[in-house]
């Protein structure tokens, strides 16, 4: 560099001079993250840098280049997937489970393979300190490491493959020497018998864990090992067991890829099953709620024809009715047969996707849609219905009939109709009691059955039922309660309140299935 004499002269002095006529610097070991580059104008004498030397082939910095942030950023994602996968294949899958039945055979598995160690421990140093003469000593060492080596296969099967495989390579090489003047057709070399079956097992429980390509992989390296060792450096008189070796670790790996595949496509399967369950939960259940909101428009529509004509007739009810009066009441009657309107093209969506049945009780003739919603005064007609299917059906009414809303009539009679109908589905032969009870708060349903006096036949049904009796009560804001009762029989409890202002002071159970059961209908809760 040239000298410079003072401040003011280093100020004046271009960067670019010094450095075209300074020698090389040396350049400087490659950082792990990349440092940012120097500012172009600098107050003081200009150092020499990686960056500042023109011709330098470690000078790119930049944002694409190799050892610029993008580069490093590349390099580091590199290692990380390589540490990772590295990390993944030394510590192997989860070890290999227990039996799930029977129970006491449960590490069956476990103790076999710790039992065929012990074997292949002992076989190996036998073999390896008298046909390989390498003495006792590394004889012991290389036969406990392959016994090692399979014990470890049933937590870390790859780092078990890994000192299977380099304790047969070493004792091959080993034993080169000592076999120059033997006499053939010599032992067999590389592979004997307890080592073969020691790494067939260990690459079996490594298929058995590890995805395909990784079983094939190792396969793949234990026959380029097995190929140099006898095909490359080959040894004294020896009977070869290089292509026998493989063909079997072969079967144990593809034996292994097999099962391991197996139980996969079971797996799916459950979990898949496990989805077709829950989204046929949910079918259902729409389904039901499609069933409830086609009665409910009926009743909703009923309403709104029934504002729509007293909308119409209230002027004629008052002597010289005002201008404003008239205007109103003909507003609510054209908003009323607006919605009736709507209510009707939502009604006939609803019905559309089974206009033969657009109740959802089975298949009719299409006269459904035309015919009024039942109400508890069809309770009689149902009973009689049913006892001439075949069961034994009692009534009991008690309480004062005060009157209830069409909704509420409409849910009763539909949860009646269902517990009857399951009765004589599940129940044939039973004897069966209804009781309706009246509270001013609201209504309370009881149908109980006894034990069936025959075998129940097949139901063609769907299982819908109960699912549809809880959504009737849970739309009122009442509870519904379904459970075995101790003879043998079953029962069917629910209650519908009032009113909403009723259902917003009923305590409502944990959960749907009424396991407190039905709420105290007189408001007593003492």
């Given at each position: 560099?040239?000298?410079?004499?003072?401040?003011?002269?280093?100020k004046d002095?271009?960067?670019?001079?010094d450095?075209r006529?300074a020698?090389p610097?040396p350049?400087?070991?490659?950082?792990?993250?990349?440092s940012?580059?120097?500012?172009?104008?600098?107050?003081?004498?200009?150092?020499?840098a990686?960056?500042d030397h023109?011709?330098?082939?470690?000078?790119?910095?930049?944002?694409t280049g190799?050892?610029?942030?993008?580069?490093?950023a590349?390099?580091?994602?590199?290692?990380?997937?390589?540490?990772?996968?590295?990390?993944?294949?030394l510590s192997?899958?989860?070890?290999l489970?227990?039996?799930?039945?029977?129970?006491w055979?449960?590490r069956?598995p476990?103790v076999?393979i710790?039992?065929?160690?012990?074997?292949?421990?002992?076989g190996g140093?036998?073999?390896l300190?008298?046909?390989y003469r390498?003495?006792v000593?590394?004889?012991?060492?290389?036969?406990?490491?392959?016994?090692?080596a399979?014990?470890?296969?049933?937590?870390?099967?790859f780092?078990?493959?890994w000192?299977s495989?380099s304790?047969?390579f070493i004792?091959?090489v080993?034993a080169?020497?000592n076999?120059?003047?033997?006499?053939?057709?010599?032992?067999?070399?590389p592979?004997i018998?307890?080592?073969?079956a020691?790494h067939?097992l260990?690459?079996?429980?490594?298929?058995?864990?590890?995805?395909?390509?990784?079983?094939l992989g190792?396969l793949a390296?234990t026959?380029?090992v097995?190929?140099?060792?006898?095909g490359?450096l080959?040894?004294g008189p020896y009977?070869?067991t290089g292509?026998?070796a493989v063909?079997?670790f072969?079967?144990a790996?593809?034996?292994?890829?097999?099962?391991?595949?197996s139980r996969?496509a079971?797996?799916?399967l459950?979990?898949?099953?496990h989805?077709?369950?829950?989204?046929?939960?949910?079918?259902t259940?729409?389904?039901?709620?499609?069933r409830?909101?086609?009665e409910?428009?009926?009743?909703?529509?009923h309403?709104?024809?029934?504002?729509?004509?007293?909308?119409?007739v209230?002027?004629?009810?008052v002597?010289?009715p005002?201008?404003?009066?008239k205007e109103?009441l003909d507003g609510?009657?054209q908003n009323?047969l607006?919605?009736l309107t709507?209510?009707?093209?939502?009604?006939?969506v609803?019905?559309s996707?089974n206009?033969?049945d657009?109740y959802g009780?089975g298949?009719?003739?299409g006269?459904?849609?035309?015919?009024?919603?039942?109400?508890?005064?069809r309770?009689d007609a149902?009973?009689?219905?049913t006892?001439a299917?075949?069961l034994?059906?009692t009534t009991?009414?008690?309480?004062?009939?005060l009157?209830l809303p069409?909704g509420v009539?409409?849910s009763?009679?539909r949860?009646v109709?269902e517990a009857?109908?399951?009765?004589l589905?599940?129940?044939?032969?039973?004897?069966?009691r209804?009781?309706?009870?009246h509270?001013p708060?609201?209504?309370?349903i009881?149908?109980v059955n006894?034990?069936?006096?025959?075998?129940a036949p097949p139901?063609?049904g769907?299982?819908?039922?109960l699912?549809?009796?809880r959504e009737?009560?849970?739309m009122?804001?009442?509870?519904?309660m379904?459970m075995?009762t101790?003879?043998?029989?079953?029962?069917?409890?629910a209650?519908?309140?009032?009113?909403?202002?009723?259902a917003?002071?009923?305590?409502?159970p944990d959960d749907?299935t009424g396991?407190?059961g039905?709420p105290?209908?007189t408001?007593?809760?003492?």
């Amino acid at each position: 560099m040239p000298r410079v004499d003072g401040v003011d002269d280093a100020k004046d002095a271009r960067p670019e001079d010094d450095t075209r006529s300074a020698p090389p610097p040396p350049l400087p070991p490659l950082p792990l993250s990349p440092s940012p580059p120097l500012p172009e104008t600098r107050p003081a004498v200009p150092l020499p840098a990686r960056s500042d030397h023109p011709t330098s082939p470690a000078s790119s910095t930049g944002p694409t280049g190799p050892t610029g942030p993008a580069g490093s950023a590349q390099v580091r994602r590199g290692r990380s997937s390589l540490s990772v996968r590295l990390g993944g294949l030394l510590s192997g899958s989860a070890p290999l489970p227990p039996l799930s039945r029977p129970r006491w055979l449960r590490r069956l598995p476990h103790v076999v393979i710790c039992l065929i160690a012990v074997v292949v421990a002992i076989g190996g140093i036998d073999e390896l300190s008298g046909s390989y003469r390498l003495g006792v000593e590394f004889g012991l060492l290389a036969g406990v490491a392959q016994g090692v080596a399979l014990v470890l296969a049933l937590w870390r099967p790859f780092p078990a493959w890994w000192l299977s495989l380099s304790g047969t390579f070493i004792a091959a090489v080993a034993a080169r020497s000592n076999m120059t003047d033997m006499v053939p057709p010599g032992p067999n070399w590389p592979w004997i018998g307890p080592t073969i079956a020691s790494h067939a097992l260990i690459l079996f429980l490594l298929a058995l864990r590890m995805p395909a390509r990784v079983a094939l992989g190792v396969l793949a390296v234990t026959g380029l090992v097995t190929a140099l060792v006898q095909g490359i450096l080959g040894g004294g008189p020896y009977s070869g067991t290089g292509v026998l070796a493989v063909s079997v670790f072969a079967v144990a790996v593809l034996l292994g890829t097999a099962l391991r595949g197996s139980r996969e496509a079971r797996t799916q399967l459950v979990e898949q099953e496990h989805l077709t369950a829950e989204e046929r939960s949910r079918r259902t259940l729409l389904e039901e709620r499609n069933r409830i909101a086609r009665e409910l428009h009926d009743v909703v529509a009923h309403h709104m024809s029934v504002i729509s004509i007293q909308a119409q007739v209230a002027p004629h009810l008052v002597d010289n009715p005002s201008d404003e009066l008239k205007e109103n009441l003909d507003g609510i009657r054209q908003n009323a047969l607006e919605a009736l309107t709507e209510l009707r093209r939502v009604l006939g969506v609803l019905r559309s996707e089974n206009p033969d049945d657009a109740y959802g009780l089975g298949a009719g003739t299409g006269a459904a849609p035309d015919a009024p919603q039942p109400t508890l005064d069809r309770i009689d007609a149902l009973v009689e219905n049913t006892r001439a299917a075949g069961l034994a059906v009692t009534t009991e009414i008690t309480g004062e009939q005060l009157p209830l809303p069409p909704g509420v009539e409409l849910s009763a009679y539909r949860i009646v109709q269902e517990a009857l109908s399951n009765a004589l589905r599940h129940a044939p032969g039973s004897v069966v009691r209804v009781e309706l009870t009246h509270f001013p708060r609201g209504l309370q349903i009881r149908v109980v059955n006894s034990s069936p006096s025959r075998p129940a036949p097949p139901s063609p049904g769907a299982g819908h039922g109960l699912l549809g009796m809880r959504e009737r009560a849970m739309m009122l804001g009442g509870t519904l309660m379904a459970m075995e009762t101790a003879c043998g029989g079953f029962t069917v409890a629910a209650f519908l309140p009032r009113s909403a202002a009723t259902a917003s002071r009923t305590p409502r159970p944990d959960d749907s299935t009424g396991r407190n059961g039905p709420p105290d209908p007189t408001g007593d809760t003492s």
